[in-house]
């Protein structure tokens, strides 16, 4: 099976009071404890509301059989679950629970289905915490989507590290 990672790359609703996905680091992965810098917080004012955000297109795969949503997160004051969501080939899927703890900690949540790479071309993150006290908040650091499925129509072949590889392979030359 293939892998692909699938990153924040716009804001779907900008709802929260510091909700942009440029907030949320690129390039780190789990279990890495970089990413503390930046957060995107969501506080009394935003609690209860689903702040989502656009996903980068899937490149490389062309069918996926499961999603894996990673989050570095935590609470200041807020501990409650948080619920993410996955839009997917226009809908949602149901929401799945995942704890908050006071310090930032890696959590997941996995969807699991059959859906083409084009299912995912609106694919959306979405994060729904519970109510919070004055001066509660939720705070995001990480968020990315793990997805496992098929490769796309040229499939790496043993030894074979590109498309141009395989075509000089078998025969075929650019005329160039």
């Known amino acids: 099976m293939a892998t692909e990672i699938l990153r924040p790359n716009g804001n779907g609703n900008n709802i929260w009071d ?28 935003d609690d209860r509301v689903r702040g989502t955000w656009d996903m980068s297109a899937v490149t490389t795969l062309a069918s996926v059989t499961s999603c894996r949503i990673h989050l570095r997160h935590k609470g200041d004051g807020y501990t409650d679950p948080v619920d993410v969501q996955l839009y997917i080939g226009g809908s949602w899927e149901s929401a799945i629970a995942l704890s908050v703890t006071s310090s930032l900690a890696w959590v997941y949540a996995d969807f699991s289905g059959s859906w083409s790479s084009s299912d995912f071309d609106d694919a959306l993150l979405g994060l729904t915490t519970d109510s919070m006290g004055p001066g509660d908040e939720y705070q995001l650091a990480v968020a990315y989507m793990l997805l496992t499925g098929t490769g796309a129509a040229v499939e790496e072949t043993a030894g074979v590290s590109s498309p141009r590889r395989r075509f000089q392979q078998i025969g075929i030359r650019n005329s160039k």
């Open 18 to 45: 510091f909700h942009s996905y440029t907030l949320i680091d690129d390039a780190i992965e789990a279990p890495s404890t970089a990413g503390d810098s930046d957060l995107v917080v969501c506080d009394r004012s």
